[in-house]
């Protein structure tokens, strides 16, 4: 009897890919990174002192992504979903120990991002010191918009980013307060994991994050990219 090559028991599950701006080109998503408290405002506004805690990184599951143009079903398990806006860095390649030097040649492109929190169930996990996953890491809680190549948009360094739900101002800040600039975050994360194409960092997220409800419009900005606009259903 011949052996049977390996196959899969199921179809494997699609990988998601976000669309680029200016081309039918679709974004494979391999991994998803997060930096926490990338902003002083923001630490400060979650309790927390910037010059005694430096930034430091989550995950989210690829398929957390929610596609630009989708609705965000509201999540089950919480009664305060955040929303975070935060500039989205998209690597074209990666590697491990990054100099700062060499970490812009990595990125493809940029993006506006939501890092949407179940901020009741992450305030739960950081009491009891547990993992972060149950209020950051659940089903379309990593909106992105479309991604604009670096060779378009350049490497914005600073520009307002800012936030709108029902058209009123909830978060704003510019890129130029973040405590770890786009090079640092490639060069320190590649410290600790093996980067590679297809990987999304989300560079947080400046201060004024609150709380959305179902029907809620939120307008996720950062200036020179394209908005990322999402309704809570
Ligand atoms: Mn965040």
């Not at 090559?5 to 081309?23: N, T």
């Not at 739960?124 to 604009?148: C, D, L, N």
Request: one cysteine or more; aromatic letters at 6%; a negative charge.
């Amino acid at each position: 009897m011949q052996p049977q090559s390996p196959s899969h028991v199921f179809a494997p599950p699609p990988v998601p890919a976000v669309p680029v701006m200016g081309s039918s080109g679709l974004f494979p998503v391999r991994r998803i990174y997060c930096i926490g408290r990338n902003f002083a405002a923001h630490a400060i506004e979650m309790g927390h002192d910037p010059d005694r805690e430096p930034p430091f990184f989550f995950q989210k599951n690829p398929d957390s992504v929610l596609l630009p143009g989708r609705d965000l079903p509201y999540p089950p398990g919480t009664a305060s979903l955040h929303h975070e806006v935060e500039l989205v860095v998209a690597l074209a390649s990666g590697g491990r120990d990054i100099p700062e030097a060499g970490a812009l040649e990595r990125v493809f492109g940029y993006a506006v991002g939501l890092d949407m929190t179940r901020r009741d169930l992450q305030a739960e996990a950081k009491k009891a010191a547990r993992p972060w996953e149950i209020g950051k890491s659940f089903e379309h809680s990593a909106p992105v918009g479309e991604i604009v190549p670096a060779a378009v948009s350049g490497h914005p360094m600073r520009g307002g980013i800012r936030a709108l739900v029902n058209g009123s101002q909830r978060q704003e800040g510019d890129l130029a307060q973040m405590i770890w600039k786009v090079p640092e975050i490639i060069a320190h994360l590649s410290r600790y994991f093996e980067l590679a194409a297809g990987d999304l960092i989300f560079a947080g997220t400046p201060a004024g994050v609150g709380d959305v409800r179902r029907g809620d419009r939120i307008r996720a900005e950062v200036d020179g990219l394209p908005a990322l606009e999402v309704t809570v259903v």
